[in-house]
């Protein structure tokens, strides 16, 4: 990795893009931001960073959600399954590292625009995703018996003795509601019920949901991280219609291709994640279009 140690002169055009460098802890290295990309590099510069970023780890516990044990968390990042766009903000807003505003240019609700409050306690972020947990739950109780059934029919196949069919789910599955802290770290948090391994390792349905939950959830992530760009840049304020339909657009194409098509689980998402919430007023399909990522970038 070619590493730079003398800070370049900041782009006359682009003035952002000289704080959005990533240095390490002496502030004698640091990856630019076009390097970002790149993950290898990305993650060998973390590693070199001593101490390492800080991972902001939600304070609210759950015994259905969890982040994945035993695992580097950063590496939990770099696996996660996610449309590329959506992982690099992601990264970028763990490490707090994107341009914020404060109380005092003119932050958001009054406060400082942290990571954590532009996609968790934000009013104007939490306005678009008041179905998005109960939609969750819904699919999580409708799929259970299925994957119940496939973890069943797995271990019968065993050769005797085989273990004891389980006849409950290893947690709870989540409620409707999360805690503001969760939500930044939402497609890390595995689904306990579904990721656990006796679960995954013998219910394809499972493992698909898990896949389906994290390219969802980021995506879902970097969409409020896109309209607070447009409401603080562009004056271009998004409706929760608009929201929904950029997401159902966008999930329709990528979440739907990873699941096979005559599964249930490919019919259950699809009705109940990409179904609008308010069928009497139906996202206008000129908003689904309008997310090139060209409007998306600060200025
Ligand atoms: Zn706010």
Not at 271 to 293: F, G, R, W
Request: hydrophobic share 40%; net charge positive.
């Amino acid at each position: 990795m070619d590493l730079q140690t003398t800070i370049p002169e900041p782009n006359r055009h682009k003035p952002y893009l000289h704080d959005l460098a990533l240095r390490n802890s002496e502030g004698s290295r640091f990856l630019p931001f076009n390097e970002w990309q790149h993950i290898s590099r990305a993650r060998k510069f973390l590693q070199a960073t001593s101490p390492a970023p800080r991972f902001p780890t939600p304070t609210t516990p759950s015994d259905a959600l969890s982040l994945p044990a035993g695992t580097h968390q950063w590496k939990a990042v770099e696996r996660l399954i996610a449309i590329p766009q959506a992982r690099s903000v992601i990264h970028r807003l763990l490490l707090q590292n994107v341009p914020r505003k404060t109380t005092n240019n003119g932050g958001c609700c009054n406060t400082d625009e942290t990571a954590a409050h532009l996609v968790g306690a934000c009013a104007y972020s939490s306005s678009f995703r008041a179905q998005y947990m109960p939609k969750w739950t819904t699919l999580g109780k409708a799929i259970a018996p299925v994957i119940r059934h496939e973890v069943a029919k797995s271990l019968a196949s065993l050769p005797q003795p085989s273990p004891p069919l389980p006849v409950i789910l290893p947690a709870p599955l989540p409620l409707p509601s999360l805690a503001p802290d969760q939500w930044l770290v939402l497609p890390l948090l595995e689904w306990r019920a579904f990721a656990h391994p006796s679960i995954a390792k013998n219910s394809r349905t499972a493992r698909d949901f898990c896949t389906l939950w994290q390219v969802a959830s980021s995506y879902m992530i970097n969409l409020q991280w896109l309209a607070r760009n447009d409401r603080t840049y562009k004056n271009d304020q998004w409706s929760a219609c608009r929201f929904e339909a950029a997401f159902i657009t966008q999930m329709d194409k990528y979440g739907l291709a990873l699941v096979s098509c005559s599964s249930q689980l490919f019919y259950m998402f699809k009705h109940i994640m990409l179904t609008p919430s308010a069928p009497s007023n139906p996202p206008h399909a000129q908003q689904a279009e309008d997310v090139s990522p060209s409007s998306r970038l600060p200025p």
